[in-house]
């Protein structure tokens, strides 16, 4: 047994074998290591299953391969088929990794955008499993449930919320019912520049006004309280402290809106830039993303309308004019 930067070998010459594996077939070697030393180090097997998310009885498969096959038994076996004939084809795969890569878009709108570009039809699945296939997310687990609540009319409840992207402030509301978004990049974050914002995202009068309780939002607030006497036809809402599920919607679109951002801009702050990709995901996000839960598109149940053109708009500015022939040629 070896000890080397606090990593376990059981022979010196795994040492350099491990260094060409990856990290996978590294951190299995770890396990099965710590479960086959005989000194005070050894662990339990429930432990080293637990090292690699695997049950007891799996990871004894993995110590069985090992002593089998030695380090080559640790390596991810294949479980493709000698034939696919239901395989995705390479030309829409490419596709959804390059939108993928441009917008940090999650399975659903990935998909939305590729099945109007092609007649070859994918469903969130296929496209969740190809973003995993190549490493641009991981396989994630819902490990939480909550109780989802929804206004029943369009302006019945606008939820409204500060965040940052790469240091900058932005102001995002959202229409509870439709999930209608808008946002905007404020030059700093004082109380007449958020009520002045939130006047120009949101210029007509509505019910009520959920916030968190931040010092702009905040019952002392005179600002915000003036802004509320003549906007809200009935009451300002706040949320339950360190409770932040209650703006879990607007949260949500804060969340898909940054990773755009993101993916667009990296760590850049030129501001002008930030305002064109924030205008180009709200288009996107209002126009083009079907809500699973409501089963429609914000703009269209906020409004009755929304407007089409949002996906030809979207893949210029992405600059992913190639897949617009397709759309022409399908009719």
Not at 121 to 145: D, F
Not at 225 to 234: A, F, I, P, Q, S
Not at 267 to 281: M, R
Not at 292 to 308: A, I, L, Q, V
């Amino acid at each position: 047994m070896i000890i080397v930067q606090g990593e376990v070998y059981l022979e010196e010459w795994h040492i350099a074998i491990l260094k060409k594996e990856t990290e996978f077939v590294r951190k299995r070697y770890q396990a099965v290591a710590r479960t086959l030393v005989s000194n005070i180090i050894r662990i339990t097997r429930n432990e080293a299953a637990g090292m690699i998310d695997r049950s007891r009885r799996q990871l004894q498969r993995i110590v069985r391969r090992f002593r089998e096959q030695g380090i080559a038994g640790l390596r991810l076996r294949s479980t493709r088929p000698h034939n696919s004939p239901r395989k995705t084809p390479a030309d829409i795969e490419s596709r959804v990794v390059e939108v993928r890569k441009a917008t940090g878009f999650g399975s659903e709108q990935l998909s939305i955008i590729v099945n109007q570009s092609t007649e070859h039809r994918i469903s969130r699945t296929t496209a969740y499993n190809i973003m995993v296939r190549y490493e641009l997310v991981k396989a994630e687990k819902l490990i939480q449930q909550y109780t989802f609540f929804e206004r029943d009319r369009p302006d019945e409840l606008v939820q409204a919320d500060l965040t940052r992207f790469n240091g900058i402030p932005l102001l995002t509301m959202e229409d509870d019912y439709s999930r209608k978004g808008w946002a905007m990049r404020l030059k700093d974050e004082l109380d007449d520049t958020v009520v002045a914002g939130m006047k120009m995202l949101h210029g007509c009068k509505y019910q009520n006004l959920l916030t968190d309780n931040g010092s702009q939002f905040c019952r002392r607030n005179s600002v915000m309280r003036k802004y509320c006497e003549h906007y809200l036809t009935e009451r300002h809402i706040w949320s339950s402290i360190h409770h932040p599920q209650t703006l879990g919607k607007l949260s949500a679109f804060q969340k898909g809106m940054k990773r755009f951002l993101r993916h667009r801009l990296k760590d850049g702050q030129d501001t002008q830039a930030i305002d064109e990709c924030i205008s180009v995901y709200l288009d996107w996000y209002n126009n083009g993303m079907q809500v699973s839960t409501t089963g429609c598109y914000p703009e269209e149940r906020y409004s009755g309308k929304r407007d089409s053109g949002c996906y030809a708009r979207l893949i210029k500015a992405l600059k992913l004019d190639w897949m617009m022939p397709l759309v022409v040629g399908g009719g």
